[in-house]
């Protein structure tokens, strides 16, 4: 006699209309049906570690199946936007976190992490996407502090230049044609207008670059020698 048994189907978080299967003892399962769970893909109907296929033939002590998942794996691309990084690309899975993920480098630039569509993404945050997406690197330009003053003032017999000063070691240079740049600030004496330039660099940083003027006015004072 062919015995038929109605066997319970458990999907867990899964999806699946039908929730029961009907089968004919000691005969082949046939056609099992797939449940579906967002981010995850179905390894199969299980009991306890045995896997069932549509050839598993049907017994008596069978009177549930239990879908199994494994989470889905992805390709996340790092875009360096501007920088370099290694590995380009890693594997992570759905539902899991991004876990290891490489820091790409830029010169003069600081990096402040990776973004997917405006929301950040670390090593601990949560697998949301579940397909292949991108990631990009944001950065700030690294530009050394400057302030910068020239000098004005009516002609005292004594030297005057342009006051540069910057943050951290930052190298200074100077130049009165705008070509040749040397450590030495320029100091005038005599009346007249002169357009000192200054380069600031610091290391891992944009240069940054100016020109202030030392005007010496003729004025009305006599310099008195004794």
Same mark, same amino acid.
Do not use: C, M
């Given at each position: ?87 380009? +690309? #890693?594997? @992570?899975?759905? &539902? !899991? ?10 010169? /003069? =630039? %600081? ?49 005057? +230049? #342009?006051? @540069?000063?910057? &943050? !951290? ?10 070509? /040749? =740049? %040397? ?44």
């Amino acid at each position: 006699k062919n015995e038929k048994i109605t066997i319970t189907l458990n999907v867990g978080d899964g999806i699946l209309e039908q929730t029961t299967i009907e089968v004919t003892k000691n005969q082949k399962f046939g056609e099992l049906p797939t449940p579906t769970k967002d981010g995850y893909q179905f390894l199969g109907w299980y009991v306890k570690d045995q896997l069932i296929t549509p050839d598993t033939i049907v017994t008596g002590n069978i009177d549930t199946l239990e879908a199994k998942y494994a989470r889905e794996t992805i390709t996340v691309t790092f875009d360096a936007n501007g920088g370099t990084v290694s590995p380009e +690309s #890693i594997l @992570v899975e759905v &539902d !899991g976190t991004y876990g290891n993920i490489p820091y790409p480098s830029r010169e /003069n =630039y %600081t990096f402040h992490g990776w973004y997917y569509e405006g929301t950040a993404v670390s090593p601990s945050k949560k697998v949301l996407v579940n397909e292949d997406h991108t990631v990009v690197a944001a950065w700030t330009e690294n530009r050394p502090e400057v302030t910068a003053k020239g000098y004005e003032g009516d002609y005292d017999g004594f030297e005057h +230049s #342009i006051t @540069v000063t910057s &943050d !951290g070691d930052a190298t200074i240079t100077y130049s009165t044609d705008g070509q /040749n =740049y %040397t450590s030495e600030n320029p100091k005038f004496v005599n009346v007249g207008t002169y357009t000192v330039y200054y380069k600031v660099k610091l290391a891992n940083a944009f240069e940054e670059s100016g020109s202030e003027t030392v005007k010496i006015n003729k004025g009305n004072n006599k310099i008195v020698l004794s």
